[in-house]
């Protein structure tokens, strides 16, 4: 069974940084592209970042570029989402997708809440 935990949400003031997590389980890590999309109240999911299977290859949101950085470490399962410079637009729960070929699956998320 495929299991993506998400883990590092919160609340951060204005300005501040933030680290997510998200451990896969009972998928071969390495072959998989994995990314970080998020959804705000009353929007669709959105892509933020994205990372190819060996790391390669990062490209990222508009909003999010020189803010946010993705990385992975194939040997722990786990894709990593850096946030600096966090604006109160960024609130949203972060969800990380694991996607190979028409193959994907979702994490449950975590909340960010960006607010003095």
């Known amino acids: 069974q495929v299991q993506l935990v998400e883990s590092g949400g919160g609340l951060v003031q204005p300005g501040g940084s933030l680290g997510l997590s998200c451990a896969a389980s009972?998928?071969?890590?390495?072959?998989?592209?994995m990314s970080w999309y998020r959804q705000a109240p009353g929007k669709e999911r959105e892509l933020v970042a994205a990372?190819?299977?060996?790391?390669?290859?990062?490209n990222y949101a508009d909003s999010v570029k020189g803010r946010f950085t993705i990385s992975r470490d194939n040997a722990k399962n786990t894709v990593y989402l850096q946030m600096n410079s966090l604006k109160p637009e960024d609130t949203a729960v972060y969800h990380c997708?694991?996607?190979?070929?028409?193959?994907?699956?979702w994490g449950q998320g975590t909340q960010v809440t960006v607010s003095s």
């Open positions: 997708n694991a996607r190979r070929g028409r193959t994907g699956y």
């Open positions: 990372i190819t299977s060996v790391g390669g290859s990062t």
């Open positions: 009972g998928l071969t890590f390495s072959t998989y592209s």
